[in-house]
Every structure is written in structure tokens, then in C-alpha cells.
């Protein structure tokens, strides 16, 4: 009796840290079944006529605002929810989770303070991680080769 | 009773001569209207209750209807004299079956007749009898409700429409006006419109105001599919705690008529080990009530009947989404069938998004989608799917 909860316990235990080993995950490597990503774009401005990041860059002088677009190489027809993790300097700032429609080539969004103060100086990262439904969990995304994941605030 | 109606319900009786039951419009040769349905809200009567059954207008010539019971053979239970109810005759009879030797399971009754058959007796069966003749109506308008069991006190209220012959057309879709976020009596969040990239959402309507409570306001513009723009978006702050309260209502024939929508539900897009789904949270439907006692006391797990948001006959009524104290304390949420609270305080940081559905009983549906942010952090990271 005594070795069998042991047992449960080990793999309670163990999924749990699978759970949160994926929430702060940041190797590049990820799921090859889900939609990896093609195209990681930042900017400071918008373009109204094709809904489009505008004054893209990796670096920036303080602004208040930074616009990212996020492109998938390939368009998959079921919704799935999407976790963003953002870092400063290697340290966590948040994460904010989005549910994507199906048929969704690009999700495009914009990172601030709520009270609308500059970003502070520094390197910003996003990962992006996807909601499995088989472990219930968030798995880091697969990035394409060459897909950049940073912008400097200078 | 009139010579005409007893020959017709002889011949009747010797075509049905048969224990299966056969059902009829109540006005013969009138049109298939009704003008408010089982669930509408009456705050106007004293105790304020749901109404328990169907409006059928009369006609707008002299205003003067027969009135059939809806089974070919019936016993009369009750009648109650217009001088003591003030609304008309009312009328409760026991179903059978055509020939009489069976007592079905249901029954019904009639409201409003000026004028009844003089010689109904209580306790008496007849078979393919009017129960009125070219009367006319306390407000123009021939209320029916249908029973089950009939003989028990305290009865469940069926939806008439579960019967066929009671079914009318309807093709227009329930409105949905407006949603309100509580965001003060049930929570202590901050409410506010959310902007990003180059959207500007005209969402707020503003606040509604009054009796300590404050609700948020939010537009709910006729939906296009597939376009989430359209879409009323706030950003929840504070402690998150929101619920909401639809105001709307139905129509059946045109859009002077007032009803409950036969079924509304709350779902939230969530992820779980199914996928992403809608999760459905609250739902309350209009199959039935009980007994009196219901009728009474439940009007307030479903509307709101508190200030500013007090639900009156017609239209836009209130409807809460969340279940509220009685149903939680353990009375039964007789039309409420599914009783799980959305908590906004317990979502994820970041976007959310809500389906309300409004149904009637023809399976007209209108929705309304309603995005949301949740923020716990300094930061806000605001996001949407772009298709091209």
C-alpha cells in the first residue's frame, strides 16, 4: 500500500514540475506538431491599411509602447490558446494568455505599462508557449531558424 | 351551452372514441399569436413572478373570442368568479383522453374571459365543449398555462410550447441590448475601455447608477460573423471581480410583443485537457416551473430586481448570468440548469472572451461575444488573431 502511494505521489510530483518547467521554458525547442513560428516582428508605430506593424526594429529609444506581430508558418483550422511570456534582462516581467481563432495566420499586439510610463532601458524577450490539451499545459513554441525574439529599449 | 357546440362535440366524440387525446388551438379560427410566453417577467402584480403561460390576443374587430379548452375532453376543476379575481374568469380543468376513460397526466387553465358557459359545473367531464362563447377579455388577451400533474397543489408549469398545436411561428431572433458588468456590489474591479494598436472600441455606455450598486454599461451591436471588432472589449483591473447582467428579450411576431428567450447561456473560450472549447458556465432555461412557492421567489435568481437594474414588463428585462444568493443558499434554481459562477478573479492574465447565447423556442439564436483583459500585473500586453 505504502509503495503504491509512493508511487502516485512521484508522478504527481513529477507532473507537476513538467507543468512548470513549460510555464518558464525558454530553450528554443519546442513542440514540432504545433505551429511553429515563422516570423517575430517589433515596432513602435501601426499601420492602419494592412493592420500591419509600422517603424519596425530590434532597438529603440524610450517610448512608451512596443507593437509586435507574430507570424505562424502554418495555418491550422482549430483555435488554440497562447501564452506569452515577457523578460527584461533575463528576469520575468508577466505573462498574458490569448486565444486564437482558427484560421489565424499572425496575431499582432502591443506591450505597455498600464499607467503609460516608458519601458525601462533594457533587452525585452517574448516566448511564446502553446496550451496542450493532452498534458494540460504550456509547451514552448518551435522557432524557425533566424526568428528573432528581442528588442532593446536604449 | 350552445346547440351548435354539443352536436359538434357528439360527432367529435364518436370519431375520437379512443383513449389517445387530441389537442386544439384554444380560439378556434384564430391566428397562432402569442404576445408573451411562460418566463416573461410580471413586477406589476403583487408578489412579482414569472408568467406561467402564453398571451393570445383576441381579435381586433368586436374583440370577442370562443374558448376551447385545449383537449377535446376535460373535467372542470375550479372556476373563479371575475368579480373576485378583477382579471376575468379563471378556469382550471383536468385533461382526458378523448372518450373520457382515461385522466391524463396534464391539465390547464384559462384566464381573463369576461363571459363563461353558464352551465359549466365543477366536477363535471364534457366532451368537445366551449368553455366560453364570444366573449370578451380583461385586456384583450386570453391567458393559458398547461400543468403537469394537474390534480397536485402546487403543480409544475409546463412551457405550452412543448405541445405542437401550441406552438406558433416565430422567426424573429431574441435582442440583446445591452450587457452591464457589476463590478461593485459583486467585486471591487475597475472597468474601462480597451484600446489597442489602432482600435479605438466605442464599448462603454457608461455607468448605470443607483441603490449603492454601479454597473458598466457595455454596447452589444449587431454581431458580423467572424469579425470580432464589432465586439464590445473592456480591461478588468483591481480585484476582477465582475459579473454580468444581460438586458434584453424576445419577440415572437412582431417586435411589440414581449417575451423571456427561451434559453440563455453564458460560455467563456477556455482551454482544457478537451481542447479549446466554450465552457459553458450559467444557463437558464424556461421548460418549467414549480409550484407557487417558485413562481414567487425565483424571479430574482433570474432577474435582477434590485436597483439601478429593475427589471420591468417589456423590454429590455435583466437577466442575471450568475447565480445568485438564493440559488447558492439551496433553493431549487428551478429553470436554471446549469448554476457554475464565472469568476473573472480567478482567469488568467490577458485576453478573454465570453459568448452569450439567446434562444427562443424555434432555435432563433442571437449572440453576443464580449472580449476582455484581465490584469493582475503592472503591464498590459493586449493582442488579437489577424486571418490574412
Redesign the interface.
Given at each position: 500500500m505504502k509503495s503504491i502511494f509512493g508511487l502516485v505521489l512521484v508522478i504527481f510530483v513529477l507532473l507537476i514540475l513538467q507543468c512548470g518547467k513549460d510555464e518558464t521554458e525558454d530553450e528554443e525547442t519546442g513542440i514540432t506538431e504545433l505551429r511553429p513560428i515563422s516570423e517575430i516582428t517589433f515596432g513602435s508605430g501601426?499601420n492602419?491599411a494592412d493592420?500591419t506593424v509600422a517603424d519596425t526594429g530590434r532597438t529603440f529609444s524610450p517610448i512608451d509602447t512596443i507593437?509586435y506581430q507574430v507570424k505562424f508558418d502554418s495555418v491550422v483550422g482549430?483555435?488554440?490558446?497562447v501564452?506569452?511570456v515577457?523578460k527584461r534582462n533575463d528576469t520575468l516581467?508577466?505573462?498574458?494568455?490569448?486565444?486564437?481563432?482558427d484560421?489565424?495566420?499572425?496575431?499582432?499586439?502591443?506591450?505597455?505599462?498600464?499607467?503609460g510610463q516608458n519601458l525601462e532601458t533594457g533587452t525585452y524577450k517574448i516566448s511564446i508557449l502553446y496550451?496542450r490539451?493532452?498534458t494540460?499545459c504550456y509547451d514552448s513554441a518551435k522557432y524557425n531558424t533566424g526568428v528573432n525574439r528581442n528588442f532593446v529599449i536604449q | 351551452m350552445n346547440r351548435v357546440a354539443i352536436i359538434f362535440s357528439l360527432v367529435v366524440a364518436l370519431l375520437f372514441a379512443d383513449t389517445t387525446a387530441t389537442y386544439f388551438w384554444p380560439i378556434p379560427g384564430g391566428d397562432k399569436i402569442v404576445i408573451s410566453n411562460l418566463g416573461d417577467y410580471r413586477p406589476e402584480t403583487s408578489p412579482a413572478h414569472f408568467h406561467a403561460g402564453i398571451d393570445i390576443p383576441t381579435d381586433t374587430v368586436d374583440y370577442k373570442e370562443d374558448v376551447w379548452t385545449i383537449t377535446l375532453s376535460f373535467r372542470v376543476d375550479t372556476i373563479i368568479h371575475k368579480d373576485y379575481t378583477g382579471i376575468g374568469y379563471i378556469v382550471k380543468v383536468q385533461h382526458f383522453s378523448n372518450d373520457t376513460t382515461k385522466e391524463l397526466s396534464h391539465g390547464s387553465r384559462y384566464i381573463h374571459m369576461n363571459d363563461i358557459e353558464p352551465d359549466l359545473q365543477i366536477g363535471s367531464v364534457y366532451i368537445g365543449d366551449l368553455i366560453s362563447y364570444q366573449t370578451t377579455f380583461w385586456q384583450n388577451h386570453l391567458h393559458l398555462d398547461y400543468r403537469r400533474p394537474h390534480s397536485l397543489s402546487g403543480s409544475n408549469v409546463i412551457n405550452p410550447f412543448v405541445l405542437p398545436i401550441l406552438q406558433v411561428d416565430d422567426t424573429l431572433k431574441p435582442i440583446l441590448n445591452h450587457l452591464y458588468v457589476d463590478y461593485s456590489c459583486h467585486g471591487d474591479a475597475d472597468v474601462e475601455n480597451l484600446n489597442f494598436l489602432s482600435y479605438e472600441f466605442d464599448t462603454l455606455y457608461g455607468d448605470t447608477m443607483g441603490g449603492g450598486i454601479t454597473f458598466t454599461k457595455l454596447k452589444l451591436p449587431t454581431e458580423s460573423p467572424d469579425n470580432d471588432l464589432d465586439d464590445p472589449h473592456i480591461l478588468i483591473s483591481g480585484n476582477r471581480k465582475a459579473r454580468f447582467v444581460l438586458g434584453g428579450h424576445d419577440n415572437f411576431y412582431s417586435t411589440t410583443d414581449r417575451g423571456a428567450p427561451y434559453e440563455l447561456s453564458l460560455f467563456l473560450f477556455d482551454a482544457d485537457s478537451l481542447g479549446v472549447r466554450q465552457k459553458s458556465y450559467y444557463t437558464l432555461r424556461f421548460d418549467s416551473l414549480l409550484g407557487s412557492p417558485d413562481e414567487v421567489h425565483q424571479e430574482e435568481d433570474v432577474y435582477h430586481v434590485s436597483a439601478p437594474l429593475i427589471s420591468d414588463i417589456g423590454a429590455p428585462q435583466y437577466y442575471r448570468l450568475y447565480p445568485c444568493d438564493s440559488v447558492i443558499s439551496g433553493l431549487p434554481g428551478c429553470v436554471i440548469t446549469g448554476t457554475a459562477e464565472l469568476k473573472t478573479e480567478d482567469l488568467d492574465e490577458g485576453m478573454h472572451r465570453i459568448k452569450i447565447y439567446a434562444k427562443d423556442y424555434e432555435n432563433n439564436t442571437k449572440t453576443a461575444d464580449v472580449h476582455f483583459y484581465i490584469r493582475k500585473s503592472d503591464w498590459v500586453d493586449f493582442c488579437r488573431g489577424f486571418k490574412e
Open positions: 501601426w492602419d493592420s507593437r482549430n483555435w488554440f490558446m501564452k506569452k515577457w516581467l508577466f505573462s498574458s494568455v490569448v486565444l486564437i481563432p484560421g489565424t495566420k499572425r496575431i499582432c499586439g502591443e506591450i505597455r505599462h498600464y499607467d496550451f490539451a493532452d494540460a | -
